[in-house]
């Protein structure tokens, strides 16, 4: 049974960092695993993704040089670190897998399972 259960959220002023973590079990490579957000009356959106092989690792535009995705195989985590970060970050941060891939293609209908999320919010 694949399980993805995430940490790390919390409550931070504008420009400041915050790591997420994603405890992942229940699946074998190839896989792309990685983060999507959503905002109060926003899309679901993804904001980075690190495939199993590392071969392909995408952040959305919006988080480039700000974010970085890393994963430890001891562990079986993934991680997001979150620098300089602003009020439109704001969201509740979801962890999710797609599985029997390495495509660098992260989209919400590529997704075979979801976290529950962890909530971000940035104030100013």
């Known amino acids: 049974q694949v399980q993805l259960v995430e940490s790390g959220g919390g409550l931070v002023q504008d420009g400041g960092s915050l790591r997420l973590s994603c405890a992942a079990s229940?699946?074998?490579?190839?896989?792309?695993i990685g983060w999507f957000r959503q905002a109060p009356g926003k899309e679901r959106e993804g904001v980075s993704s690190i495939s199993s092989n590392e071969g392909c690792t995408y952040y959305a535009d919006s988080v480039k040089g700000r974010f970085t995705i890393s994963r430890d195989n001891n562990k079986n985590t993934v991680y997001l670190q979150m620098n300089r970060l602003k009020s439109e970050d704001t969201a509740v941060y979801y962890c999710?897998?797609?599985?029997?891939?390495?495509?660098?293609?992260?989209?919400?209908?590529?997704?075979?399972?979801w976290g529950k999320g962890s909530t971000v919010t940035v104030s100013s």
């Open positions: 229940g699946f074998t490579p190839p896989y792309t």
């Open positions: 999710a897998i797609s599985i029997g891939t390495t495509s660098c293609y992260w989209n919400y209908y590529g997704i075979d399972y």
